[in-house]
Every structure is written in C-alpha cells, then in structure tokens.
C-alpha cells in the first residue's frame, strides 16, 4: 500500500454492502446530504432500507410549522431517491445529546429491524445532534452481531476507508436536495454538498463526477474503533467548556446589567444635584434672598460668640 493510499481510497465501489440497511439521521435531510447517492444505488439493487429520522427538525425555537414542512420535505426527497418515506422520531432538535430516549430508541429499533448494514452520522462531526446518534450508534447492544458500521459526513469531512461512485445517482441526489427548500433558504447546503462529493473524486479516475465517502467498520472493529477514538469523552469536554462559556456569559450579562443600574443611578444623581443647584441659585438671586442679607450676617454673628 502507498502512503497516499493509507489516507483515502484510490478506487470506488458502485454500492456499500447490505442487504437491510438502516440509516440514522439526525435531521430531516441528513440522510441525503450524507448518502442519499448511496441509498438511491441500494434502493436500486434491491435493498431493504429503513430510515429512521430523530429530531423534530424544529430548531431551537421549537417551531412546529418548521417540523412539519421538513417531515415532508424528506418524504418527497426519498420518492426521488426511489425508497420509502422514513419514520420520524420527533425528539427535539437540539437537544439530542442529553436526551435519556436517545438510546433506548436506537436500541429497540435495531433489535427490531435487524440491519445487515447500518449508517449513521461520523463521529468527527461538528453538529451536536450527529455527534450524538453517531456515539449512540456505535454505542448500541442491540446492533446485530453480523452488521456492518458506516459512517457518513455531512457538515465536517471524514477520514475515509470507502468511497462509492454515484456519478450516475448526481443527478436524482441533487433533485433530492433541492426539496429542503426550508434549509436551502438559510444556506446552500445542496452546494456544499455537492462541491464535497466532487471534492471526493480527487483521487479517482477522472470520468467519476461524484463520489461519497464511508468509514466503513466491519462487525469486529467497533468495539477497538470506538476505544481508541473516544468520541464521548471528546463531546463530553466539548459541553463542559460550552457550559463553562455559557456560565461565563451569564456572569458577565449580570455585571453588566448591575453596571447599567449603577449608571442609572449615577445619572439620576447627577441630575438631582442639578435641579438642586438651579433651586439654590434661583434662591440666591431672589429679591427676598437680598433683603435679607443683613439678617444673615448678623445671625451669623452671633453664632460665631
């Protein structure tokens, strides 16, 4: 093997290996993003596929229209795609890598389905939620002791050990992105994904337009994968210093609240101390005040014997 070849593959499958696939998405379209090329060649060569969506897609406001909107936007992708429509989990978005369903539900649904080959987000991922259902994939009892692991790359490129040519799914994967109209409306995302999978024919030969990358584990290497990788404590180190930054900010939001009051006060002060000057000079140039002066010069007389 050459050096070059340690780091990225120098040829392309047509197809991962699977005859029942499951896919775990994090969000209503990352199952496209990441291999919808993949899955529409599985779907063609007549594979099982299940694909199970987990968030709500709600975003961080929880906004219920949105979720609705994305659901169907991932419907329609997989009838472009030719497989069937996924399940939705609807855990909330956001929210994945705490959440105590996370598991137990990947768990149950394995057991279940029973998947010969199983993709799920890569654990060098950025997004929280994909970090999340990657480590709970790898993590799962319940995967068959026959299943295949293969990682995928959405937002954050892999260290690949598969590439799969589908320069002749491009075209239906891109008629596929172009249904999350609700994504492609905050960024390009059919873009970057699509520049990624051209990206990844850098070392293939040059008639293949698009590829997409794996890190594929066979049964017995994910259990050493995992132990030498360590995602969780990474992610876990990750959120400690988030919540340290977000303490940090709060701290500093209530200093500089306090701070706005102390003006605050300082202003009505110095407002107060210059009503009270403007009284005491409307005083001391009233004709009253002036009548007067000798009364006050005496009384201040007397005090002084």
Same mark, same amino acid.
């Given at each position: 093997?050459?050096?070059?070849?340690?780091?990225? !593959?120098?040829?392309?499958?047509?197809?991962?290996?699977?005859?029942?696939?499951?896919?775990?998405?994090?969000? !209503?379209?990352?199952?496209?993003?990441?291999?919808?090329?993949?899955?529409?060649?599985?779907?063609?060569?007549?594979?099982?596929?299940?694909?199970?969506?987990? @968030?709500?897609?709600?975003?961080?406001?929880?906004?219920?229209?949105?979720?609705?909107?994305?659901?169907?936007?991932?419907?329609?992708?997989?009838?472009?795609?030719?497989?069937?429509?996924?399940?939705?989990?609807?855990? !909330?978005?956001?929210?994945?890598?705490?959440?105590?369903?996370?598991?137990?539900?990947?768990?149950?649904?394995?057991?279940?389905?029973?998947?010969?080959?199983?993709?799920?987000? @890569?654990?060098?991922?950025?997004?929280?939620?994909?970090?999340?259902?990657?480590?709970?994939?790898?993590? @799962?009892?319940?995967?068959?002791?026959?299943?295949?692991?293969?990682?995928?790359?959405?937002?954050?490129?892999?260290?690949?050990?598969?590439?799969?040519?589908?320069?002749?799914?491009?075209?239906?994967?891109?008629?596929?992105?172009?249904?999350?109209?609700?994504?492609?409306?905050?960024?390009?995302?059919?873009?970057?994904? @699509?520049?990624?999978?051209?990206?990844?024919?850098?070392?293939?030969?040059?008639?293949?337009?698009?590829?997409?990358?794996?890190?594929?584990?066979?049964?017995?290497?994910?259990?050493?994968?995992?132990?030498?990788?360590? !995602?969780?404590?990474?992610?876990?180190?990750?959120?400690?210093?988030?919540?340290?930054?977000?303490?940090?900010?709060?701290?500093?939001?209530?200093?500089?609240?306090?701070?706005?009051?102390?003006?605050?006060?300082?202003?009505?002060?110095?407002?107060?101390?210059?009503?009270?000057?403007?009284?005491?000079?409307?005083?001391?140039?009233?004709?009253?005040?002036?009548?007067?002066?000798?009364?006050?010069?005496?009384?201040?007389?007397?005090?002084?014997?």
């Amino acid at each position: 093997m050459s050096l070059e070849r340690f780091f990225t !593959p120098y040829q392309a499958d047509t197809r991962l290996p699977g005859d029942v696939v499951a896919v775990l998405a994090p969000h !209503p379209d990352d199952e496209v993003f990441g291999c919808g090329g993949t899955l529409h060649a599985l779907a063609a060569a007549g594979a099982e596929l299940h694909i199970a969506v987990i @968030s709500d897609g709600a975003g961080l406001g929880q906004d219920a229209a949105l979720a609705r909107q994305r659901r169907a936007e991932s419907c329609e992708a997989a009838r472009c795609l030719g497989y069937p429509p996924p399940e939705f989990w609807e855990l !909330p978005d956001a929210r994945l890598y705490e959440h105590p369903a996370l598991q137990p539900r990947i768990d149950a649904w394995l057991a279940e389905v029973q998947p010969t080959l199983l993709l799920a987000p @890569s654990i060098w991922e950025m997004h929280r939620d994909h970090r999340a259902v990657a480590e709970a994939a790898l993590s @799962s009892e319940q995967r068959p002791a026959h299943c295949r692991v293969a990682l995928y790359e959405v937002g954050q490129p892999l260290q690949p050990n598969r590439l799969v040519d589908i320069t002749a799914q491009r075209e239906a994967k891109q008629r596929a992105m172009r249904c999350f109209a609700s994504q492609l409306a905050v960024q390009a995302y059919d873009r970057h994904i @699509s520049g990624l999978n051209a990206f990844r024919t850098y070392t293939l030969p040059i008639d293949i337009l698009a590829a997409e990358a794996f890190c594929l584990l066979e049964p017995e290497e994910v259990a050493p994968f995992l132990a030498s990788r360590q !995602p969780q404590a990474i992610t876990r180190v990750v959120h400690e210093a988030e919540r340290a930054e977000q303490a940090t900010a709060h701290r500093q939001e209530a200093l500089e609240a306090e701070l706005r009051e102390l003006r605050g006060d300082n202003t009505r002060l110095a407002e107060r101390c210059r009503d009270l000057e403007a009284m005491q000079r409307a005083i001391q140039q009233s004709r009253s005040w002036q009548l007067t002066r000798p009364l006050r010069w005496l009384a201040e007389r007397w005090r002084g014997n």
